[in-house]
């Protein structure tokens, strides 16, 4: 549960604090924005100006050889017949900073104390610049320029425009703009809850059932309402979940059928040791008939720890095989041959067949040993006292397949399936791990062959080994 809290804390966090990342950038951008509009916008009134300025320059400097009436009468001439009345005012200053002429013909009686005025005289270029609102409240961006000659009492010139409409379309930009990023903020926190609600919360719940699972809970199953890769991952889970649960119940048939193969001799060697110690006479029947059944229980013991460890070394990758070219007809004979004596006792009868041709394989000897001496166990272990176990070698191709038919009760569909898995064992099995024919499966893969079986249910089981010929 704590780490379950941690988790959604660890979410949330992440969550909150991508958003005020966001804001906080949109926020810069916002700011960058609006300062470069309006630098851009002040800029080129600034320019406007700046020009019309320059021109008027050159225009006066023009005059420099004319007398002080006539320069006045030129400036003033300037003023009336200014051009571009509808987007600047030009005013004439005189030397006490008062307005004494304008392009508009009114001259205010509000236009006293100009800072740019007071700028223009105290800067070395002679302008001086002034942003902000006059006497009437307007906003305006003005430049006075020092006259490069007084006349008759005129010392500078003004040139004056109204910033409504800049600022109108500076304010109109940034409502723009802060509509842009209020729709990417709004984007951003709809896209965050769709991801939160379609990504994190789904996931977070498959990390609960998948820890239940881990836990050992493999009845947990995770409700599937999605048609997409985390629908796909939930139906993985869900397998995963049944598949763990059927190995779990295998893994506890195979311990409580190991447990009860190894009680069965283990009590067998037990009673006939105590029996044993109460004979004193080696000669006597019981004495010689007990050492045979600890032999035969001992080598049984000995035979299901070799496949135990048979098989965790497969699990492990640490199965080691030592490869040579083997006649697979002498081999097959040998363990028919070894195997005789148990099928004698049983009162079960072996037929063998092979062909002319012997059946060179690659293959480790004592594994290939093992892989039949164990079918030929399970054979005898299901075949009827009398009956037969027939045995067939026969090469197909460029394949050695060797074939091993009992007349057993067979193998139910249900069972034979899942036969070759490990701890498997089928309703009607008898005595053994359940793990021998996964043995046989892996050590006759690692002889790049194919290990089936075949079977009926009532009419016996054929199982079948082919391995690749080597010539």
Not at 450 to 467: A, K
Request: net charge negative; aromatic share 8%.
């Amino acid at each position: 549960m704590a780490r379950k809290k941690r988790d959604g804390s660890i979410t949330r966090r992440w969550v909150r604090g991508s958003l005020l990342l966001i804001i906080l950038l949109l926020l810069i951008a916002e700011g960058v924005f609006v300062f470069y509009i309006n630098s851009y916008y002040y800029s080129g009134a600034r320019a406007a100006i700046m020009n019309r300025v320059n021109t008027l320059t050159g225009q006066l400097s023009a005059l420099s050889g004319v007398d002080d009436s006539q320069r006045n009468a030129t400036l003033r001439q300037m003023t009336e017949n200014f051009s571009e009345k509808d987007k600047f005012e030009f005013m004439l200053i005189n030397t006490a900073g008062k307005v004494v002429s304008t392009s508009s013909g009114l001259v205010p009686d509000y236009l006293d104390n100009l800072d740019d005025f007071d700028k223009a005289k105290r800067s070395a270029d002679g302008i001086g610049e002034f942003i902000g609102a006059d006497s009437a409240g307007e906003r305006i961006m003005a430049v006075t320029f020092l006259v490069p000659e007084p006349a008759g009492g005129i010392m500078a010139a003004r040139f004056v425009t109204s910033l409504t409409r800049i600022d109108q379309q500076i304010m109109l930009l940034t409502l723009l703009s802060a509509t842009v990023m209020l729709s990417i903020l709004f984007f951003s926190i709809f896209s965050g809850i769709y991801f939160i609600r379609s990504i994190v919360l789904p996931v977070n719940k498959v990390e609960q059932m998948a820890s239940r699972i881990a836990a050992g809970d493999f009845d947990a199953r995770i409700e599937n309402v999605y048609n997409d890769e985390l629908g796909r991952l939930c139906n993985t889970i869900n397998h995963m979940a049944v598949e763990l649960a059927k190995t779990d119940q295998l893994k506890n048939e195979f311990i409580s059928s190991v447990s009860h193969e190894l009680r069965t001799p283990l009590t067998s060697i037990k009673g006939w040791t105590e029996t044993l110690a109460r004979v004193d006479d080696p000669s006597d029947p019981h004495y010689q008939r007990g050492l045979r059944i600890i032999m035969s229980e001992t080598d049984r013991l000995y035979m299901m720890v070799e496949e135990l460890l048979d098989f965790s070394r497969m699990q492990n990758g640490g199965l080691s095989l030592t490869f040579e070219r083997l006649d697979l007809g002498a081999e097959l004979e040998d363990v028919l041959l070894m195997m005789g004596q148990r099928a004698e006792n049983e009162k079960i009868r072996f037929s063998f067949t092979e062909p002319d041709d012997p059946c060179i394989v690659s293959g480790d000897r004592n594994r290939l040993r093992q892989v039949f001496v164990n079918l030929l166990d399970n054979a005898l272990k299901y075949s009827p006292s009398g009956g037969e176990i027939r045995v067939q070698l026969r090469r197909e191709e460029n394949w050695a397949v060797a074939e091993i038919q009992d007349e057993g009760p067979g193998i139910s569909p249900e069972d034979l399936e899942h036969i070759k898995v490990k701890f498997y064992k089928g309703r009607g099995a008898v005595r053994g791990s359940g793990i021998g024919l996964a043995v046989v499966d892996e050590i006759v893969a690692a002889h790049e062959g194919r290990f089936d079986v075949e079977s009926e249910y009532g009419n016996g089981t054929l199982v079948r080994v082919r391995l690749p010929i080597k010539e």
